[in-house]
């Protein structure tokens, strides 16, 4: 039996963990001579005050979404994937390739089409180190921080040359075609009478996140393939010996993975710029590791999680526009909150476990020995 409930491993220590956090975060602001207080509100009333602030911060969510599903894929495996950045690199150049050179009548079928070649080619970049990791013995956390390098020079060469448009002087492809164009939350909730989340990037990409949330959690926890991965995760050997083969748990996590980092892709490029340019993936592949490590690897814990941080953002935006406080604080208060999630669960986690261990052996009742005994 744990000694920490389930639902305090899900949810109270991760907000145990954000409300320290939250205290180092407003201590810094108050040494910076800003008021902390006036600095929650100003950033809870530009990500979640108006239907414009929350256009921003789903669009931000949405990104994490598929990026902190990538990661919680491989953690289930025991492997550390920090190629999300270079596969989301490739994955915007699938759909960049899609949406350029086919035809797409509806932006239905270019969302479709879009989906399998950004999760095609995000799979294609984490099989290289997958296979590296399987048959070579080679380190994940090398060769997909390297890989990341790679796919970042890759695209600066394909969009100084052969993707660049005739005459143009910006690393960028040309616009999309407008039938691939994704209806934004403005196109899909506003009405004759009321403009909503007006200019927001927000697009039906986020629904698409939140289908990929309820596929990694069937997976997981609803299939065959599943209980092999976390069987392989939670034990190797045992794995070994119950007839689970490393290699193929190794290559189809890292796929999965891979895939659904790419796919990060229709919302940036395809669903916001409408284009493919440079630093388009903007850190959203690391913050993933840090949405998986808040959301405990489970899918509804991504989600929560990748609210937060695109609230992180939206919010630290509305601070850099309206006051003093740098733009990098947020960036700061992201550290914060990754490094008591992770780096220092234990120090959150080993008081509670005291404290469940006391009331457990408090309920338990006391027998006493008779006489006759």
Not at 121 to 146: C, D, E, N
Not at 216 to 237: D, K, M, N, P, Q
Not at 360 to 365: E, I, N, Q, V
Request: charged fraction near 10%; hydrophobic fraction near 55%; include cysteine.
């Amino acid at each position: 039996m744990d000694v920490i409930p389930k639902w305090a491993d899900v949810v109270l220590i991760p907000v145990i963990s954000l409300l320290l956090a939250a205290i180092l975060s407003a201590l810094v602001i108050l040494a910076i001579g800003e008021n902390p207080w006036e600095a929650l509100k100003l950033m809870v009333d530009g990500a979640v005050g108006s239907t414009y602030g929350w256009g921003y911060t789903l669009y931000y969510a949405t990104n994490f979404i598929f990026t902190g599903l990538a990661v919680a894929i491989a953690f289930h495996a025991k492997m550390f994937n920090i190629g999300g950045e270079g596969q989301a690199v490739l994955g915007g150049l699938g759909v960049a390739l899609l949406c350029l050179y086919i035809p797409w009548p509806h932006w239905s079928l270019a969302l479709l089409g879009a989906t399998a070649g950004a999760a095609l080619f995000g799979a294609g970049w984490a099989v290289i180190p997958a296979y590296l990791q399987a048959k070579r013995g080679s380190h994940i956390v090398i060769t997909t921080i390297m890989f990341n390098f790679i796919a970042a020079a890759l695209l600066n060469y394909l969009l100084v040359g052969a993707l660049k448009p005739a005459g143009s002087m910006e690393p960028s492809t040309g616009k999309f075609p407008a039938p691939t164009h994704l209806p934004s939350f403005q196109d899909m909730f506003s009405t004759a009478d009321t403009v909503m989340f007006r200019g927001a990037p927000a697009n039906v990409t986020f629904f698409v996140a939140i289908a990929a949330c309820v596929a990694v959690w069937a997976l997981i926890w609803r299939t065959r393939l599943g209980y092999e991965l976390r069987a392989f995760g939670h034990s190797e050997s045992a794995a070994k010996y119950a007839g689970i083969s490393p290699t193929k748990i190794i290559m189809i996590s890292m796929t999965i993975s891979g895939a659904l980092a790419g796919m990060m892709a229709i919302n940036n490029v395809m669903g916001e710029a409408e284009r493919l340019v440079l630093n388009a993936v903007e850190g959203a592949g690391f913050i993933g590791i840090a949405v998986a490590l808040m959301g405990r690897s489970h899918p509804f814990g991504v989600f929560l999680s990748a609210i937060l941080f695109g609230f992180l953002y939206q919010g630290g935006a509305e601070l850099a526009l309206w006051t003093s406080i740098p733009r990098e604080l947020i960036v700061v208060i992201q550290a914060l909150v990754i490094l008591f999630t992770g780096a220092l669960d234990n120090m959150v986690r080993m008081p509670l476990e005291k404290f469940f261990l006391a009331r457990r052996r408090a309920a338990k009742p006391k027998t006493k020995l008779t006489p006759a005994e």
